[in-house]
């Protein structure tokens, strides 16, 4: 496909449909009153939030192995300053730009880097960030200094923040709030990942994205619209990670984990990368059916499993479970659309 043809092509919406999940979402805490499940949908919406993250990414041609690294440092950064005085609401979007930063600095170094091999940069990245926060007494001795430098109370006691398991991040809000919190929050991501798509950013993405060197000579400023995805892929990653920290009491290093920088890119494949609609349906299934094989006891045996089933559906199923879906609901509603970031 040319960039001509790309840009060409006419997108028809389909808002009746997310209209219709708003819905759902919104009724389901009046259906599931039940602790755990209610904890399993709101990862749910948490890991929509950070694949959808990851998948804009990549619709403008680029990719990461460690995207960890970036839901880590909004965790961590809107914990820190949440504990030092500052209000829920600017902790969390001051984690999500902190986060949106370091991408915005990582960009620059490793913007002409292609495909996997800023990837890999990323992977390494995440790693490192890691092994930083894993020295908690020195990491935190270093932000409270910096704390101080800036006029905030910079109190933080390493002897008092659970050792090992990591920083106690205080509840942002009432525990029974966290539902629709996170629900409005996945909303909210999904609106602006269909508000990007859809502008004339998201066409540039695309252009790269199918090729870099056609969009170059129609004018397309590579390096700009590589950096401003970066951003906001590392801004929606930060915000996730921020609203995760207080709903799961505390984080710690494990939140850089190669766990947690997999899975974007297992459930983005999995529903369909590069649409709007994929990361919700991945993060949909491979979240369920990764608790629920949780439940009967499987460890090793789910990432095995979960192997099994990207193989299967890679080969089977190549473009994700989107298209097949899409063709299923235009045959039930007699219907063509040519939408194709669905």
Sequence with gaps: MTVRELFGKYAVSSYSAYLLLVMIGLALPLV???????????????????????????????????????????????????????????????????????????????????????????????IIMAAVVNELSVFIEAINGILSAVGLSGNMDPHMLGGSLGIYSPDIVSRAQYYYLFFFAMVGTILASHLVIRSKIGFAFAAIRENQAEAGMMGVDITRYKLIAFMISTFMAGFAGALFAPYNYFINPEIFSIHNSFMPIIMTISGGIGTIGGPIIGALVINILWEQMGLWGMSIDRLLILGVILVLEILFLPKGLMPLIKKITDKVAGTTSRDMPL
Aim: glycine share 12%; hydrophobic share 55%.
């Design 32 to 126: 599931i009153t039940d602790d755990f499940y209610n904890r399993i949908i709101i990862l749910t919406f948490f890991y929509i939030m950070f694949s959808t993250s990851w998948n804009l990414l990549a619709y403008s041609g680029q990719a990461s192995l460690g995207h960890a690294a970036f839901l880590g440092i909004g965790g961590f950064a809107s914990t820190i300053l949440i504990i030092n005085g500052v209000t829920p609401v600017l902790g969390v979007f001051s984690g999500a730009l902190a986060a949106s930063l370091v991408g915005l600095f990582l960009g620059i170094i490793c913007v002409r880097l292609k495909e996997w091999f800023l990837g890999l940069v990323t992977f390494g990245f995440a």
